[in-house]
């Protein structure tokens, strides 16, 4: 007998990403471009949820996309994720916004 837990459920989540771009500084920016409009399948919304990230080192790229942002809303509902949310997630994590 299989026993399922919350994660064995189904689970869809609108997600409203508000910005443009951020960079990432190390020892060259990444770039971030936010979709508008997502859906989510984790119960954690990440970075690489929202944005696609592009670098020539895939483990910036990497690092980046797994950032967790917030928990995903219930399914069926929408959470708009605001450009400073985004910020201050990244900066929490160590990541230079110096250029941003």
Do not use: H, K, W
Request: overall charge positive; glycine content about 4%.
């Amino acid at each position: 007998m299989t026993r399922c837990t919350t994660f064995c459920l189904p689970f869809t989540a609108i997600v409203f990403a508000v910005g443009l771009f951020a960079s990432f500084s190390e020892t060259n920016a990444a770039l971030v471009r936010f979709r508008s409009r997502v859906v989510v399948t984790d119960r954690v919304i990440t970075l690489g949820d929202i944005a696609e990230v592009t670098d020539s080192d895939s483990a910036v790229i990497a690092r980046l996309q797994g950032i967790p942002l917030a928990p995903a809303p219930a399914a069926g509902r929408e959470r708009r994720i605001a450009y400073e949310t985004v910020r201050s997630r990244l900066s929490a994590v160590g990541v230079n916004l110096a250029e941003v």
